[in-house]
């Protein structure tokens, strides 16, 4: 099955930097890519997401990359802000069978 | 616009109990996705279905089940709860074409 390592696991940049969170994923038929961020207690938040036909994707502050070929996809917050603060997992799925598999996820901390 | 809602939202329950956690998809959204958070950990997925019928299958334990009724809500149904089984229980709502919006989900305590 479907195996997504996400890195890092904790990051930590000063306000106005640029944050990126980097994942591989194992099952070559997986050909969708979200990003979802989840603030402590709260539900997980479609982000972004990005299908295995397009290479990058943007979003106003929000980026995401993907190389099919070998297996890696990032997301990229630039301008970074306090209200960025929270955990942000990568996942992957399939159109054979649509489940999400999640990353382990990044805690981001934004620095004043 | 409207989202995916859960009931309860908290529930706490004894060793050996059951429980059922119920589920509203988006209107219009054809499939629910049932997930399972622990403490610091990522989503771990249970169970999904489709148009009502079960269509995959993830780490659910045997003494888990679910269903989708007519109306496409869907409910979990728990049993014999044990200490681990304590988590937050996300559904998530999808139309076709991968995307899940998640719902506020329900956090189980089990003591």
């Known amino acids: 099955g479907e195996n997504v390592e996400q890195h890092p696991s904790t990051l930590s940049v000063q306000e106005g930097d640029s944050a990126v969170i980097k994942c591989t994923y194992s099952?070559?038929?997986?050909?969708?890519f979200p990003w979802y961020k989840q603030e402590l207690g709260k539900r997980p938040q479609l982000i972004i997401d990005?299908?295995?036909?397009?290479g990058e994707k943007k979003d106003q502050r929000i980026a995401v990359t993907l190389n099919k070929t070998a297996k890696h996809f990032s997301l990229h917050i630039t301008e970074t802000q306090p209200e960025d603060s929270a955990v942000y997992f990568c996942?992957?799925?399939?159109?054979?069978?649509?489940?999400?598999?999640f990353g382990k996820g990044t805690r981001l901390h934004i620095l004043p | 616009a409207a989202g995916v809602i859960q009931s309860p939202r908290h529930l706490i329950k004894e060793k050996r109990e059951t429980a059922t956690l119920k589920c509203y998809p988006i209107?219009?959204?054809?499939?629910v996705y049932w997930y399972q958070q622990g403490p610091g950990q990522d989503p771990q997925f249970l169970i999904s279905?489709?148009?009502?019928?079960?269509?995959d299958k993830g780490s659910i334990p045997d003494r888990f089940s679910a269903q989708q009724f007519s109306d496409y809500h869907s409910e979990l149904n728990m049993s014999s709860l044990e200490l681990g089984d304590s988590a937050l229980y996300f559904c998530?709502?999808?139309?076709?074409?991968?995307?899940?919006?998640f719902g506020p989900g329900t956090r189980l305590t089990v003591t």
């Open positions: 998530a709502s999808s139309p076709a074409g991968n995307e899940q919006y």
């Open positions: 099952d070559s038929a997986s050909n969708y």
């Open positions: 990005i299908r295995s036909n397009v």
């Open positions: 996942a992957a799925s399939s159109h054979r069978d649509d489940k999400i598999i």
């Open positions: 209107p219009r959204h054809d499939t």
């Open positions: 279905f489709y148009e009502k019928m079960q269509s």
